[in-house]
């Protein structure tokens, strides 16, 4: 899902939504501008009586008041909407994908052609389905037999297609997605109406997103200043009506300016935005391709301090390559790599290939014609670990160490202590030694390499400087793994971890206060998913992994989880920017506004006109256009979040209050006068 931007029909789109949300059942949802749409129902009301006859103020002047009032609630509504306009885009081009197709539901796995034909929303949890090259899968399900091709350029905006096959941990398919190549069959693992892409819209849309844990927090100190401000303001009705008796001099002030003061003070700019700036936040994880299951998931990773990254696929390239031949006393390396290649030629691994393309390029030895070889390959098992060929009267054995010496030995052979050196060494260089015997006979070491990842190191150092641990997750022995942990510059890992030795590290970071967050794809990752805070999984993943998850990574891109952090932060960022803003505002306004109101009873308080405002009627005008402005001028920014920075919390937060909260206090005192000059050249107050 790539972002729509800001065209020119979602704009039209956020115009209309704003003045839908104008409805009271609406409004009730945001408890600080809900006090603005009362006040211009009243203003309103108050300009209504005045035409009668009945004045708190002058019709013009209380007519400009709740026009300003109403706009400040549209303003609100607009910066909310846009926000949704970009995620309503989204699901739409995700709404394309979603249709009924005919689906083959079969009564028997072994035979495809015993089927019944059915509308895919017919489809329940537990059936089996055959889809054939050409054809939409129609619910999200576990591949259970075949393997195919597979365009999910529809979810994941990205044309290169994938590979799906039963067993291992890219079984998972995802309902909209079509089957380029080949045959699948499939369980459904989800009801009509309740599938990943069902949840992706409603997620997108915003009708899934609920208020997360900080926003709530947020809203309730909003709330109170509100509250505070509501007692302020209403004792100042009776106060300057009683003051102004027994000084015999001015007027109370009016009902009308009283309902723009409190406007003016209370936290209307971040309680405006505070919604917008929610929605951006799970927008912008939506545009790196990650799904949220929810809000509150975005927010820890703002906070998370530890990170477990898997080795393979996130931290190296994931395919171990061949970098050397190291032979034993008696061979030379050309007659290792020869051997090495012939053992090869039907390994169809990316090892294997590595092996033959190293033995090419240092020795010119070309592909063999395997026909005239006559040749029986042994395929590698588990149980033996070794692969390679018999051939012409030869037998030549690559494997894991312990299983060629045993191979060796059994031949009645001899291991010789110069390999055992070699394959130790291979490991502790952090790479993956394979021994190579021909006729009973060790020839040497093939040094497989774990390649890192470019920019990995410098990656992790960023992390570092942010206050977060990274920590790598293996299933290498420690030597190998300790090496490799140490080129890519991790703090810390896990060797020959299972999944209970997974889910105990991060129950003992969690138990010492950390935030933790990891990424996994495998059944075997679930225990662990399901214990982090932050817990990312595959899309190619298993069924199991995208349960216990809470986001989904639709690229299935393991380092994702790094920018997931980033936005997380920003987020976090973002608020806490703008609502230092709003505060500062409201106690600039506050000074300046507030001494001009008793100018007629107090003349005395005109020495603490710093602003130098014309009259109150100016004062309150100014200030209440200018906090409908700051809204609009603040909306980029709530919806591009502040410019990420990778700084220590500490840090961030004295630049926040260096930047917005000066910034809080010096913009109403230069644009409410500016506001107020230009009233005052235009004869309007």
């Given at each position: 899902?790539?972002?729509s931007?800001?065209n020119?029909?979602i704009?039209?789109?956020?115009?209309?939504?704003?003045?839908?949300?104008?409805?009271?059942?609406?409004?009730?949802?945001?408890?600080?501008?809900?006090?603005?749409?009362i006040?211009?129902?009243?203003?309103?009301?108050?300009?209504?009586?005045?035409?009668?006859?009945?004045?708190?103020e002058?019709?013009?002047?209380?007519?400009?008041?709740?026009?300003?009032?109403?706009?400040?609630v549209?303003?609100?509504?607009?910066a909310?909407?846009?926000?949704?306009?970009?995620g309503?885009?989204?699901?739409?081009?995700?709404?394309?994908?979603?249709?009924d197709v005919?689906?083959?539901?079969?009564?028997?796995?072994?035979?495809?052609?015993?089927?019944?034909?059915?509308?895919?929303?017919?489809?329940?949890?537990?059936?089996?389905?055959?889809?054939?090259?050409?054809?939409?899968?129609?619910?999200d399900?576990?591949?259970?037999?075949?393997?195919?091709s597979?365009d999910?350029?529809?979810i994941?905006?990205?044309?290169?297609?994938?590979?799906?096959?039963?067993?291992?941990?890219?079984?998972?398919?995802?309902?909209?997605t079509?089957?380029?190549?080949d045959?699948?069959?499939?369980?459904?693992?989800?009801?009509?109406?309740e599938?990943?892409?069902?949840k992706?819209?409603?997620?997108?849309?915003?009708?899934?997103?609920?208020?997360?844990?900080?926003?709530?927090?947020?809203?309730?100190?909003?709330?109170?200043?509100?509250?505070?401000?509501?007692?302020?303001t209403?004792?100042?009705?009776?106060?300057?009506?009683?003051?102004?008796?027994?000084?015999?001099?001015?007027?109370?002030?009016?009902?009308?300016?009283?309902?723009?003061?409190?406007?003016?003070?209370a936290?209307?700019?971040?309680?405006?935005?505070?919604?917008?700036?929610?929605?951006?936040?799970?927008?912008?994880?939506n545009?790196?391709?990650v799904?949220?299951?929810?809000?509150?998931?975005?927010?820890?990773?703002?906070?998370?301090?530890?990170?477990l990254?898997?080795?393979?696929?996130?931290?190296?390239?994931?395919?171990?390559?061949?970098?050397?031949?190291?032979?034993?006393?008696?061979?030379?390396e050309?007659e290792?790599?020869?051997?090495?290649?012939?053992?090869?030629?039907a390994?169809?691994?990316?090892?294997?290939?590595?092996?033959?393309?190293?033995?090419?390029?240092?020795?010119?030895?070309?592909?063999?014609?395997?026909s005239?070889?006559?040749a029986?390959?042994?395929?590698?098992?588990?149980?033996?670990?070794?692969?390679?060929?018999?051939?012409?009267?030869n037998?030549?054995?690559?494997?894991?160490?312990?299983?060629?010496?045993?191979?060796?030995?059994?031949?009645g052979g001899e291991?010789?202590?110069?390999?055992?050196?070699?394959?130790?060494?291979?490991?502790?260089d952090?790479?993956?030694?394979?021994?190579?015997?021909?006729?009973?006979?060790?020839?040497?070491?093939?040094y497989?390499?774990?390649?890192?990842?470019?920019?990995?190191?410098?990656?992790?150092?960023?992390?570092?400087?942010?206050?977060?641990?990274?920590?790598?997750?293996t299933?290498?022995n420690?030597?190998?793994a300790?090496a490799?942990?140490?080129?890519?510059?991790?703090?810390?890992?896990?060797?020959?971890?299972?999944?209970?030795?997974?889910?105990?590290?991060?129950?003992?970071?969690?138990?010492?206060?950390?935030?933790?967050?990891?990424t996994?794809d495998?059944?075997?990752?679930?225990?662990a998913?399901?214990?982090?805070?932050?817990?990312?999984a595959?899309?190619?993943?298993?069924?199991?992994?995208?349960?216990?998850g809470?986001?989904?990574?639709?690229?299935?891109?393991?380092?994702?989880l790094?920018?997931?952090?980033?936005?997380?932060?920003?987020?976090?960022?973002?608020?806490g920017?703008?609502?230092?803003?709003?505060?500062?505002?409201?106690?600039?306004?506050?000074?300046?506004?507030?001494?001009?109101?008793?100018?007629?009873?107090?003349?005395?308080?005109?020495?603490?006109?710093?602003?130098?405002?014309?009259n109150?009627?100016?004062?309150?005008?100014?200030?209440?256009?200018?906090?409908?402005?700051i809204?609009?001028?603040?909306?980029?920014?709530?919806?591009?979040?502040?410019?990420?920075?990778?700084?220590?919390?500490?840090?961030?937060?004295?630049?926040?209050?260096?930047?917005y909260?000066?910034?809080?206090?010096?913009?109403?005192?230069i644009?409410i006068?500016?506001?107020?000059?230009?009233?005052?050249?235009?004869?309007?107050?």
């Amino acid at each position: 899902m790539k972002e729509s931007g800001y065209n020119k029909n979602i704009l039209i789109d956020a115009i209309r939504q704003s003045f839908k949300k104008l409805a009271p059942k609406i409004q009730v949802k945001n408890p600080v501008m809900l006090v603005v749409y009362i006040g211009a129902v009243l203003t309103t009301g108050l300009y209504i009586l005045s035409l009668a006859g009945i004045k708190d103020e002058s019709a013009g002047y209380t007519l400009v008041i709740a026009l300003i009032l109403w706009f400040t609630v549209l303003f609100a509504n607009f910066a909310e909407a846009i926000a949704e306009g970009r995620g309503r885009a989204q699901a739409d081009s995700l709404k394309s994908a979603r249709k009924d197709v005919k689906a083959r539901k079969l009564k028997t796995v072994s035979n495809p052609e015993d089927y019944t034909e059915v509308v895919s929303n017919t489809l329940k949890k537990g059936d089996i389905v055959y889809v054939k090259a050409g054809e939409q899968i129609p619910m999200d399900g576990e591949v259970i037999d075949g393997a195919a091709s597979v365009d999910e350029s529809a979810i994941t905006g990205e044309s290169a297609p994938v590979i799906r096959e039963s067993g291992g941990d890219r079984s998972a398919v995802t309902g909209g997605t079509s089957v380029l190549s080949d045959w699948l069959i499939i369980k459904i693992t989800a009801e009509a109406g309740e599938s990943f892409l069902d949840k992706m819209i409603a997620m997108v849309e915003g009708a899934a997103r609920k208020k997360t844990p900080n926003e709530i927090a947020l809203q309730i100190l909003l709330v109170t200043l509100t509250i505070i401000f509501l007692v302020v303001t209403g004792t100042l009705l009776p106060f300057s009506a009683f003051v102004s008796r027994q000084a015999g001099s001015g007027s109370a002030i009016s009902i009308t300016n009283v309902i723009a003061l409190l406007v003016c003070l209370a936290p209307t700019t971040i309680g405006a935005l505070l919604s917008s700036i929610g929605i951006a936040g799970m927008s912008r994880l939506n545009q790196a391709n990650v799904l949220a299951m929810s809000g509150r998931a975005i927010e820890a990773a703002g906070d998370v301090d530890v990170l477990l990254l898997d080795k393979t696929g996130t931290i190296t390239l994931g395919n171990r390559q061949a970098s050397e031949f190291f032979p034993v006393k008696g061979i030379s390396e050309e007659e290792l790599a020869d051997a090495a290649q012939l053992s090869s030629l039907a390994d169809e691994t990316a090892e294997g290939r590595s092996i033959v393309v190293l033995a090419k390029e240092k020795f010119n030895i070309r592909s063999r014609d395997i026909s005239k070889l006559k040749a029986n390959f042994i395929a590698f098992t588990a149980k033996t670990r070794m692969s390679g060929i018999d051939y012409q009267g030869n037998e030549i054995r690559k494997g894991a160490a312990e299983a060629v010496k045993a191979y060796v030995l059994e031949k009645g052979g001899e291991y010789p202590k110069q390999c055992e050196e070699i394959v130790k060494k291979v490991a502790v260089d952090g790479g993956t030694p394979l021994v190579v015997a021909k006729n009973g006979r060790v020839m040497g070491v093939v040094y497989l390499k774990d390649i890192v990842k470019n920019g990995v190191k410098e990656r992790f150092e960023d992390l570092r400087k942010m206050g977060i641990k990274t920590i790598m997750i293996t299933g290498d022995n420690p030597m190998t793994a300790a090496a490799i942990a140490a080129e890519a510059g991790v703090d810390d890992f896990l060797a020959e971890a299972t999944p209970e030795a997974k889910l105990s590290l991060i129950r003992d970071y969690q138990s010492k206060g950390h935030l933790v967050a990891m990424t996994g794809d495998g059944t075997n990752d679930a225990p662990a998913l399901a214990q982090a805070d932050v817990a990312v999984a595959m899309n190619t993943g298993t069924q199991a992994a995208k349960e216990a998850g809470n986001m989904v990574d639709l690229d299935s891109s393991p380092t994702k989880l790094i920018d997931i952090v980033r936005i997380g932060k920003q987020l976090l960022m973002t608020r806490g920017a703008l609502t230092t803003f709003s505060v500062a505002n409201d106690v600039a306004k506050y000074f300046a506004i507030i001494p001009v109101l008793f100018f007629g009873i107090f003349p005395q308080l005109t020495a603490l006109n710093i602003m130098g405002f014309t009259n109150s009627k100016s004062a309150i005008l100014s200030a209440i256009i200018y906090n409908a402005l700051i809204i609009i001028a603040l909306i980029p920014l709530s919806l591009k979040g502040v410019k990420y920075r990778e700084l220590p919390a500490g840090k961030l937060l004295k630049r926040n209050i260096m930047i917005y909260g000066l910034g809080g206090i010096i913009a109403p005192f230069i644009f409410i006068k500016l506001i107020d000059i230009l009233l005052t050249a235009l004869n309007l107050v």
